[in-house]
T-cell receptor, first 113, second 114 residues
Framework: DAGVTQSPTHLIKTRGQQVTLRCSPK?????VSWYQQALGQGPQFIFQ???????QRGNFPDRFSGHQFPNYSSELNVNALLLGDSALYLC????????????FGQGTRLTVV | AQSVTQLGSHVSVSEGALVLLRCNYS??????LFWYVQYPNQGLQLLLK??????LVKGINGFEAEFKKSETSFHLTKPSAHMSDAAEYFC????????????FGAGTRLAVHP
């Protein structure tokens, strides 16, 4: 079992650009959540996808959007990048809406210059 | 609203000493509580979770935590620290009733010295 995989592991973008991050959930998991972890802080919830729909959303602007595909993989898109978007982006997967445990990927380190 | 406060951004212990990482939560509904560990350049690994069953929860790597409703606390302990325990530890809270968004504390960096 490969666990939760995220790609790419690192990337550098320029202010104003757009970025797409990808996540493949753990085998058997159908729910994907995204978190932003700024340097020296705890992760903050961005949104969650289940059955290809956004089910919950944290306090993030509309520049942050996502998608879930029929195979349960997910993408996080960020438009009009700001310097403050530099962070580690973590994907977590879980099984159904009743399971209490989430498994995290290793994250994508985004640097905006 | 839910929130988590982790007391002490840095904790340093000697190898073999007791590890105590403090976590206090605020929740208007029955909470689920979690402790995660993060090693450098890695994601989060679940150490243990409280989901309204036993108040004393045992996790991996010899860690345990006790849910104390009266004190709104969920402190993490380990009787004897090992060098490999050096990492960042995060306490998190969510609403009960299945998987919901996790609200994390700011984290505590644990250093273990010989």
């Amino acid at each position: 079992d490969a666990g939760v995989t995220q790609s790419p592991t690192h990337l550098i973008k320029t202010r104003g650009q757009q970025v797409t991050l990808r996540c493949s959930p753990k085998s058997g998991h159908d729910t994907v959540s995204w978190y932003q972890q700024a340097l020296g802080q705890g992760p903050q919830f961005i949104f969650q996808y289940y059955e290809e729909e956004e089910r919950q959303r944290g306090n993030f602007p509309d520049r942050f959007s996502g998608h879930q595909f029929p195979n349960y993989s997910s993408e996080l898109n960020v438009n009009a990048l700001l310097l403050g978007d530099s962070a580690l982006y973590l994907c977590a997967s879980s099984m159904g809406q009743l399971n209490t445990e989430a498994f995290f990927g290793q994250g994508t380190r985004l640097t905006v210059v | 609203a839910q929130s988590v406060t982790q007391l002490g951004s840095h904790v340093s212990v000697s190898e073999g000493a007791l590890v105590l990482l403090r976590c206090n939560y605020s929740s208007s509904v029955p909470p689920y509580l979690f402790w995660y560990v993060q090693y450098p350049n890695q994601g989060l690994q679940l150490l243990l979770k409280y989901t309204s069953a036993a108040t004393l929860v045992k996790g991996i790597n010899g860690f345990e935590a006790e849910f104390k409703k009266s004190e709104t606390s969920f402190h993490l302990t380990k009787p004897s620290a090992h060098m490999s325990d050096a990492a960042e530890y995060f306490c998190a809270v969510s609403r009960s009733g299945g998987y919901n968004k996790l609200i994390f504390g700011a984290g505590t960096r644990l250093a273990v010295h010989p």
